[in-house]
């Protein structure tokens, strides 16, 4: 693993006018962070002197990653090489994790056979990611795309429906499938704005979302607290240590 910048500000870039950090930035936020929000599709202008930054999410939207006729997706892939040739840690999320998938070589495509995951389903370890997965886990998906593997990355996470769910290279730049940031509020707000996508093939109903969460969450949670201090922190100390 790579050793990680003493920046104490971590850059979120979001693809849409509403996304917001949700439990990734209550997590980081304990750690002493700051953060720098840009959204590029309304916009805000992506920094090139990333050397002030520990860490860069690329957070998802309702958009493909192969959209290059959106100001958003142009402006993030042209800038995804600055990232690359710098020594910043990346947590790409969704469609930021297949933003950075294509950049890499690999491509991002719809299931063939027209499947999403719109709700919780499992993910299993690879045996590269027992360390930071368990053996099986329910995470919250909302994606009807998926990524191919770049060149040089490794597998640390799959799934019975899009077997690529998370990877790394060289323990700095890391792509995920799913949403850890998406907590109650959140949620809610994406099914009150997105309720009548969640039938599509494979989709869950908002009830069925609903009770996912109760059942699911809280250890989705503990997981994202754990790969937070594991991978995306290092040696810095939580503010909130007995909470």
Do not use: C, I, Y
């Given at each position: 693993m790579n050793e990680l910048s003493p920046a104490k500000r971590i850059?979120?870039?979001?693809?849409?006018?509403?996304?917001?950090?949700g439990r990734v930035g209550d997590v980081m936020h304990r750690y002493g962070y700051t953060f720098d929000i840009r959204r590029p599709g309304e916009g805000d202008v992506l920094p090139l002197d990333l050397g002030g930054y520990h860490l860069v999410v690329v957070f998802g939207g309702p958009m493909s990653a192969n959209e290059d006729d959106l100001g958003n997706v142009s402006a993030i892939m042209d800038w995804l090489p600055k990232v690359v040739a710098s020594d910043v840690m990346y947590l790409g999320i969704c469609l930021g994790a297949q933003m950075m998938a294509r950049h890499l070589g690999a491509s991002v495509a719809p299931h063939p056979d027209g499947l999403t995951e719109i709700g919780y389903y499992p993910v299993q370890a690879t045996e590269a990611g027992r360390?930071?997965?368990?053996?099986?886990m329910m995470v919250y998906h909302w994606h009807s795309e998926g990524f191919g593997l770049p060149e040089g990355a490794e597998l640390m996470a799959t799934g019975p429906t899009f077997p690529h769910q998370a990877y790394h290279i060289d323990g700095r730049i890391w792509g995920i499938q799913f949403h850890p940031e998406v907590d109650d509020e959140s949620h809610e707000r994406?099914?009150?704005?997105?309720?009548?996508?969640?039938?599509?093939?494979?989709?869950?109903?908002?009830?069925?979302q609903r009770a996912g969460r109760a059942k699911y969450d809280a250890d989705f949670g503990a997981w994202f607290e754990r790969f937070a201090a594991k991978v995306l922190v290092g040696g810095r100390v939580c503010s909130d240590i007995g909470r």
């Open positions: 850059l979120l870039v979001f693809n849409s006018a509403t996304g917001q950090p360390d930071l997965f368990p053996d099986n994406w099914l009150s704005h997105g309720a009548d996508k969640t039938n599509r093939p494979n989709g869950q109903g908002p009830d069925e």
